[in-house]
């Protein structure tokens, strides 16, 4: 590994830095009420078997790419590609990244607001002020903005600092605070009078609610909460050491991820039930039913109530924040790398990408109506990546390392140049070249609408 590119210092830096990566908003918020609207404990089960059988392949296969390389994402698939044009992965990779990015800094920038309106109080109120609260604030013309790219600027800190005294040092804070803050919360949670009802549907399954779009959906959640086809895995791997485990770390990972998945169900959904609210009531949930909702269940303890609040959106901050930092390396190791910029300015240069686009589209679902094809620019991006740019990833990913990659490559970054046991090998490439392809076909389809 060249020494001026840094690396992960530790088993448990790569651990947490890519878990955290993968572990966002996707986790806290949209598993939560994906389990609410497609049955509760059944789509759970779905979602385990489709983490084994494309989540786990899929972000070995990202590994095995960024380990080999040792380079930024493009420069990585350029290396096992031969002069062929596979280094175009790395980039749509980076180009995902970065939009999904801009994006993704709008609602993390709520997220950051919520928590200072937590903190003095301004989300104290009935329903009917908190649905107002939050319709007033992101239609303004300023607040989302500026949140929003203090947020990206909040990144940039992070990034610029290098792999292991900014990402991993950032990593090896934020995720055990964040998994704290979920214990103390679901604790909290628990103990409410009729909690248990809220338990029940997270862990009782019924099967009768499974359906072949439940079973897409789950399918849909655990591709996309892996951050596969985003070449995050693939540029964090390039900081691994040649002696890391790459299908312990896959593993752990995806164990890890799963986990604070359900631990945010056993947050909201008993806390849910004790105040009689409905647990698909969807992306709206944490923004205008959950403030509600904590008011109303520690209503009798309203310090509780006031602490709660302000450790779910702190939660939701840290949350956002691992994922953001790993979308912003992804373009700076790029850029520091393809264009041989020192690191800062290579920072500087995603920043302010990521800042612009993050202004239109905060601006786009608020104080003007910016739409690219009917949609608001916002949604546009988000459809964009999810329903094509995603699913283009992975499938090149899969077919790039299962079908062009040599056989024997791909086995020795397995085993570590034959060191550690090939037991799985041959289910992992069955894997990668049929089961994975298939699967992200059926993503595809199904974020189109097609089945």
Request: hydrophobic letters at 55%.
């Amino acid at each position: 590994m060249s020494n001026h590119r840094g690396n992960f210092g530790s088993r448990i830096g790569i651990v947490l830095a890519t878990a955290g990566s993968a572990v966002g908003l996707g986790n806290v918020w949209r598993f939560p009420y994906m389990v609410g609207e497609n049955g509760g404990a059944a789509f759970i089960l779905i979602y385990f078997a489709c983490i084994m059988i494309l989540g786990i392949p899929g972000m070995l296969s990202e590994f095995i790419v960024g380990r080999h390389g040792q380079a930024n994402a493009a420069a990585s698939y350029d290396k096992l590609s031969n002069g062929h044009p596979w280094k175009l992965v790395g980039y749509l990779g980076m180009l995902t990244s970065t939009i999904i990015l801009g994006f993704y800094a709008v609602v993390a920038g709520w997220c950051l607001q919520y928590l200072f309106a937590s903190i003095v109080g301004q989300v104290n109120g009935d329903a009917e002020y908190v649905k107002n609260y939050f319709l007033s604030f992101s239609s303004d013309a300023l607040k989302p903005v500026l949140w929003g790219i203090g947020f990206v600027l909040i990144t940039h800190v992070v990034v610029i600092r290098g792999v292991r005294s900014g990402i991993e040092r950032a990593s090896k804070l934020l995720m055990p605070i964040l998994l704290l803050l979920l214990i103390v919360i679901v604790i909290a949670s628990c103990l409410l009078p009729g909690a248990m009802a809220g338990v029940k549907f997270l862990f009782m399954p019924d099967f009768s609610k499974l359906t072949s779009n439940v079973m897409l959906e789950a399918l849909g959640q655990a591709f996309f909460s892996l951050s596969l086809g985003t070449a995050c895995l693939c540029t964090y791997a390039s900081y691994f050491s040649k002696e890391t485990n790459l299908f312990n770390a896959a593993g752990q990972i995806a164990v890890l991820d799963t986990f604070i998945a359900i631990l945010a169900g056993l947050m909201i959904f008993p806390a849910a039930a004790s105040v009689g609210v409905s647990p698909d009531s969807g992306p709206s949930l944490i923004f205008i039913t959950l403030p509600n909702v904590f008011q109303q269940a520690f209503g009798s303890m309203p310090v509780v109530g006031y602490i709660i609040s302000i450790m779910f959106y702190a939660l939701l901050v840290f949350a956002a924040l691992t994922s953001t930092i790993s979308m912003h390396e992804i373009g700076t190791a790029l850029f520091t790398e393809e264009l041989h910029l020192p690191r800062q300015k290579a920072a500087w240069v995603l920043t302010t990408v990521a800042s612009v686009l993050c202004v239109f589209c905060a601006l786009s679902v608020g104080a003007y109506d910016i739409k690219l094809a009917g949609l608001s620019l916002m949604d546009f991006c988000d459809q964009l990546t999810a329903n094509f740019m995603l699913p283009l990833g992975g499938m090149l990913t899969c077919l790039f390392v299962g079908w062009y990659v040599p056989k024997q490559l791909v086995f020795d970054e397995f085993t570590n140049q034959g060191s550690l046991s090939s037991r799985f090998f041959g289910v992992y490439l069955f894997a990668v070249r049929f089961v994975c392809p298939i699967c992200i076909a059926l993503v595809f389809l199904h974020q189109l609408g097609v089945i």
